[in-house]
């Protein structure tokens, strides 16, 4: 697969975000980084594009959201640290499941859970405001572990949770397929069902809502009652609306009210 063997490296991002962001015609908002492809990938080790990207939204007081799969972001620390003192960084751990062998066949060439939960942890212990994404959740797969992975982030200081149900637009369907029935051959057939169970015998939906569910999880009253309680393709879900309905009033928010580059001097 392509994007297994070539990594397209963008060495110009650095400059390239800070001439988008001093655009007459932007109008700061929130930026998401790794919507697509994680910023925080073994390239980024040698490249160290992210960071650069981060000096930049430190500089300007852009604020972002961080979304990862590798413990390689606690690297940065020093940068996120500033730039939660300002309110202007929010990072997700992605954890897909607390079992390593699973996560090497789901994700390979990224950090393992402990690693992950490590981060977690030490970007918590840090002041950096950070979560939890449960994605993607594979009904049959890994789902039964959403149990499991809320409690250990909740040990480590995750104050958020979100999941993601699998996506499977196009041709990632059949690649999925391809991978499921070679890495998981007896329970192939079985979560192929599951998941056309939660999306009206489809495997994909791009219904709008149909994919994730976000939640600020209020830990210390956190029930599990539920758990098993509906249909076994529901139940990770109704986990999560059980939770939702206990939000948390200190949830933290990033902000644009610090932006600064159209009023400071620009470097380099």
């Known amino acids: 697969m392509d994007f297994e063997t070539k990594i397209i490296v963008k060495h110009d991002a650095p400059k390239l975000f800070r001439e988008f962001l001093a655009r007459d015609s932007w109008k700061p908002?929130?930026?998401?980084?790794?919507?697509?492809?994680?910023?925080?990938q073994p390239a980024e080790r040698q490249f160290r594009l992210t960071r650069q990207c981060l000096e930049?939204?430190?500089?300007?007081?852009?604020?972002?959201?961080?979304?990862?799969?590798?413990?390689?972001?606690?690297?940065?620390?020093?940068?996120l640290m500033q730039m939660a003192s300002l309110h202007l960084v929010h990072v997700f751990v992605s954890i897909t499941t607390l079992d390593p062998?699973?996560?090497?066949?789901?994700?390979?060439?990224?950090?393992?859970?402990?690693?992950?939960?490590?981060?977690?942890?030490?970007?918590?212990?840090?002041?950096?405001?950070?979560?939890?994404?449960v994605a993607p959740v594979?009904?049959?797969?890994?789902?039964?572990?959403?149990?499991?992975?809320l409690?250990?982030?909740?040990?480590?200081?995750?104050?958020?949770?979100?999941?993601?149900?699998?996506?499977l637009p196009l041709d990632v369907e059949s690649v999925f397929i391809e991978w499921l029935e070679r890495t998981q051959p007896l329970k192939a057939a079985r979560v192929l069902q599951r998941i056309r169970e939660t999306r009206n015998g489809k495997l994909n939906s791009s219904a709008w809502g149909a994919n994730g569910w976000s939640v600020q999880v209020s830990w210390q009253n956190r029930s599990r009652t539920c758990f098993g309680c509906s249909s076994a393709s529901m139940a990770w879900m109704e986990i999560f609306r059980l939770q939702h309905g206990r939000l948390s009033a200190?949830?933290?928010?990033?902000?644009?009210?610090?932006?600064?580059?159209?009023?400071?001097?620009?470097?380099g």
């Open 29 to 40: 908002e929130p930026i998401t980084f790794s919507g697509v492809t994680d910023c925080f």
């Open 250 to 267: 200190t949830a933290s928010r990033v902000g644009t009210d610090a932006f600064l580059l159209k009023t400071r001097p620009l470097h």
């Open 101 to 133: 062998r699973l996560a090497r066949d789901m994700e390979p060439r990224t950090s393992i859970p402990s690693a992950r939960l490590r981060a977690v942890a030490m970007l918590a212990e840090a002041g950096v405001p950070v979560g939890v994404m």
């Open 56 to 79: 930049v939204a430190l500089e300007c007081r852009q604020p972002v959201s961080i979304v990862t799969k590798n413990a390689l972001v606690v690297r940065d620390l020093p940068i």
């Open 138 to 149: 594979i009904p049959g797969l890994n789902d039964a572990e959403i149990p499991s992975i």
């Open 151 to 167: 409690e250990a982030a909740q040990k480590a200081g995750a104050m958020t949770a979100n999941y993601i149900l699998l996506r």
